[in-house]
Each structure stands twice: as structure tokens, then as C-alpha cells.
């Protein structure tokens, strides 16, 4: 996943499980905006996560919020 912000901007990215538990993947957390303005998360989705809408939280400098659906597929 990625988002534009300004360079140098924190990012955060929190991936909420269909179950409601907060996922500890590798990937997913915090990370600055590259000078180009671009903050990456890579992260795999276990195989035995079960089917349903996940939710993907992003946040900029502890401040501006946006929440996401993703979709899980069995």
C-alpha cells in the first residue's frame, strides 16, 4: 500500500483483522514520506486469516486519520 503526503511527513498504517484483533505483521507500522512524498507499507496476509472486511487505518503526523475496507477472500 501506499499514500501521497508531503516528504518527511510520519506515516502509520494499523490493518484491523476481520476477528477485530490489530495485526503485529511485519510491514505494517510507522514510516516517513520519502522525498517524493510517497510512505510504502508491504506486509503478507496469513493464510489462515478468515474471510470477512478487514480495516486498513492510516495516519499522517498523529493527526489526519483515513480508514479503509479491505475485503478478505476465502
Known amino acids: 500500500m501506499q499514500i501521497l503526503t508531503k516528504p518527511g511527513n510520519l506515516?502509520?498504517?494499523?490493518?484491523?483483522?476481520p476477528s477485530?484483533?490489530?495485526s503485529t505483521a511485519?510491514?505494517?507500522g510507522n514510516t516517513y514520506a520519502n522525498d517524493q512524498g510517497i510512505c510504502y507499507w508491504a506486509w503478507v496476509i496469513g493464510s489462515k486469516t478468515k474471510p470477512g472486511t478487514g480495516h486498513l487505518i492510516v495516519t499522517v503526523n498523529n493527526v489526519n486519520?483515513?480508514?479503509y475496507p479491505?475485503?478478505?477472500k476465502p
Request: glycine content about 10%; charged content about 30%.
Open 26 to 28: 511485519r510491514g505494517l
Open 20 to 22: 477485530g484483533r490489530r
Open 65 to 67: 486519520r483515513q480508514t
Open 70 to 72: 479491505i475485503e478478505i
Open 11 to 17: 506515516c502509520t498504517l494499523e490493518y484491523i483483522l
